[in-house]
């Protein structure tokens, strides 16, 4: 896009980030990221930058989407095509931003300049850097090692200077007069610098959007941190998020504490309690059910089929899972001679063949006959072998196949003494 022509955008919010409705004119038409865009001479809308999101607001009624800078041209990017078509350069428009929007971003941003120079004035590290979403803030700070007493520190010390409403100044500065101001960190721009000052607080090089005083951010709350890249990412809110922030926990802990019949405060404990029960109940239940499994396996076992060497149970288990369709088979094969044949039924069938080594039967060779019938696939070893197929309506077939099988007596060493 050709903006050699265009002058620099006068950026009103420089002056007065309150103002919220403005009167200007359309200098230029273009497009920025294939959306339509307008330049104007003068605007109030904050273009992305600074790691501080665009205003969003309208231009004659028209939705601005995003504003983005190229250079000093501020573009305001329209919904569609069509609505740039009612801008032609030349056009007086009446700009209107989302004060809500900018009002949440000024109090998060001059919240984040508030808890970075906090932490240095505590005695903590520095920030790396910053980032401001729709949803969240964050800061990156240069210590791996920051603990909760820093934190709180330099949280304190934040709403301590918001509480006081310390006045806060934004304004361009000589390289002269820059000499004698200490900056937190080096500007990183050429030519003249923004200086961002909170009264006997802070002095940094800033472009972005700041309230008058430090008294409109409201309240800072640190809401968690975590180690971040050798350093510590630290997630704060400020002024009107600290609210939903609020409200979102409170509702969440205030739900948990209700069904479990405490108030907040004991909450921590309730939990600990409630998994605790839940452990132990996991373990009787967990004994129970192996008592009750031996039990069964004992009851298949003396119904058992003898075949020389061999006693073998075949049956259908179709309400056991697999797992204990397992145990079951290894526990009736832990009796003397015990072979077990066991089936699950479903769209798809499984099947589990445990073998005592005395029975002489070979676990692998009983169930490749199963899986024959099951169109299926599987295998194991002499003692166990299980596997499963897609005809879960031939189960009983093959549970007879494998039986069959079973009933060869192989001429077993114990058979043949
Ligand atoms: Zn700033």
Known sequence: MDTAHLAATRRLYYDDTYLVAFEATVVGLGTVGGRPAIALD??????????????????????????????????????????AA???????????????????????HCGQHL????????????????????TSVTIDLDSAALTSAQIHAAETLANQVIWEDRPISAR??????????????????????????????DHS?????????????????????????????VEFACGGRVLRELRRISAAAG??????????????????????????????????TEAMDQGEAQRCYDAGEPAGAARIVCARLDSVGLERLRRLAQAIAAQPGGVAILGLGGERAQIVVACAPESGREAQTIVAAGLTVLEGRGGGSATLAQGGGPRGDRLDAALAAMAMVARQDPGSPALTK
């Open 115 to 134: 808890l970075t120079a906090a932490f240095i004035a505590t005695g903590g590290p520095a920030t790396r850097s910053f980032h401001l979403s729709d």
């Open 42 to 83: 003068r605007s109030a809308f904050y273009p992305e930058g600074g790691g501080q999101p665009a205003d969003r607001g309208t231009l004659n009624g028209l939705p601005v989407v995003d504003v983005q800078a190229q250079g000093p041209i501020v573009w305001h990017i329209l919904e569609r095509h069509g609505d």
């Open 205 to 233: 090089a800033c472009g972005g959007t700041h309230p008058r005083s430090t008294g409109s951010v409201g309240l800072i709350a640190v809401l968690r941190s975590a180690r971040q890249r050798g350093g510590t990412r």
């Open 255 to 288: 739900n948990a504490a209700a069904m479990l019949s405490v108030g907040i405060d004991e909450l921590p404990t309730a939990v600990e309690r409630a998994l605790e029960a839940q452990r132990s109940l996991a373990k009787e239940l967990a004994e129970l």
């Open 86 to 108: 009612a801008l032609a350069p030349g056009t007086a428009v009446h700009g209107v931003i989302d004060w809500a929007r900018r009002l949440n971003h000024m109090q998060q």
């Open 172 to 201: 361009f500065v000589s390289a002269e007069e820059l000499g004698q101001i200490t900056l937190r960190k080096a500007p990183a721009v050429d030519g003249p610098v923004r200086v961002v000052s909170i009264a006997e607080f």
